[in-house]
Nanobody, 125 residues
Framework: QVQLIESGGGLVQAGGSLRLSCAAS????????MGWFRQAPGKEREFVLA???????YYADSVKGRFAISRDNDKNTVSLQMNSLKPEDTAVYYC???????????????????WGQGTQVTVSS
């Protein structure tokens, strides 16, 4: 079992930055692929970024060059640094943990068995 708790969401103006953190409880954190997804009102949950247990990173095209993911296996945390935020980045952001080390499943909600409760990010224009 893995429990995930996100923090760091909030309201920011367009062009600003936010850093989200996700703290994981349970053992074997380093063996999980860790991902970030987001869901805007009326839309499906979409992939943002992920980092596999082997260190590979995967990005959605919409956030390349603006967002970055990092993980600290000693502290059982994964972070999402968001720069140059746009109003269309407004969503609830979810941290997720998955047991597969696979590029396809890293980008799909189906590749994750554990989810946090989500944290709201609102970008004003």
């Amino acid at each position: 079992q893995v429990q995930l708790i996100e923090s760091g969401g909030g309201l920011v103006q367009a062009g600003g930055s936010l850093r989200l953190s996700c703290a994981a409880s349970g053992r074997s954190f380093s063996t999980y692929t860790m991902g970030w997804f987001r869901q805007a009102p009326g839309k499906e949950r979409e992939f943002v970024l992920a980092m596999s247990r082997s260190g590979g990173s995967y990005y959605a095209d919409s956030v390349k060059g603006r967002f970055a993911i990092s993980r600290d296996n000693d502290k059982n945390t994964v972070s999402l640094q968001m720069n140059s935020l746009k109003p269309e980045d407004t969503a609830v952001y979810y941290c997720a943990a998955g047991g597969l080390d696979d590029p396809y499943y890293a980008r799909s909600p189906r590749g994750y068995g554990y989810w946090g409760q989500g944290t709201q990010v609102t970008v004003s224009s």
